[in-house]
């Protein structure tokens, strides 16, 4: 089950209202699940968003049970919300879920740097019962993801 999460090698997009707020093309796959995302470069540029997603993986790799990769990403000065992929490691097996995390529903202010404690513990149905969407990788598919960035991302030379 390959597990990635990358750009796009597409042209930047301008879906905002304002007409300069620039958006990149992203793919997050897991397994044979393939997700399209546009996240907003408003704040963020593309490289902060691949250092967020590499930290989030190291996270999880290294001993936490779990994390999550933000695919949009605006502060609560600028925007009502941010959009992830929580990761929760069970076993041998990673589970991931699309959730809105909303500034205003959260007991402190948000954070970026401290974003994880935002994490809700892994939870499989709603309030009504019903099974919450989430996507299954192996762990080993999540270590060899991390081998390849590192990889790609050491100097050349």
């Not at 620039?22 to 997700?35: P, R, S, V």
């Not at 990403?73 to 009502?80: D, F, I």
Request: a negative charge.
């Amino acid at each position: 089950m390959p597990f990635s999460i990358a750009f796009q090698k597409e042209p930047l997009l301008y879906p905002y209202e304002d007409g300069t707020t620039a958006a990149a093309n992203g793919l997050l796959i897991l397994g044979d699940f393939k997700e399209q995302f546009l996240a907003s470069l408003y704040q963020w540029s593309r490289e902060q968003y691949q250092s967020q997603w590499r930290n989030a993986v190291e996270v999880l790799l290294n001993g936490k049970d779990k994390a999550a990769l933000i695919t949009t990403y605006g502060s609560p000065e600028v925007a009502t919300h941010l959009e992830w992929w929580p990761m929760y490691l069970v076993g041998n097996e990673v589970f991931l879920q699309n959730r809105l995390l909303f500034y205003d529903q959260l007991p402190e202010p948000f954070c970026v740097e401290n974003a994880f404690s935002f994490l809700r513990n892994r939870c499989t149905t709603n309030a009504e019962g019903e099974a919450i969407s989430e996507w299954r990788v192996g762990l080993s598919e999540v270590e060899a993801f991390a081998r390849k960035v590192i990889r790609e991302s050491a100097p050349r030379g």
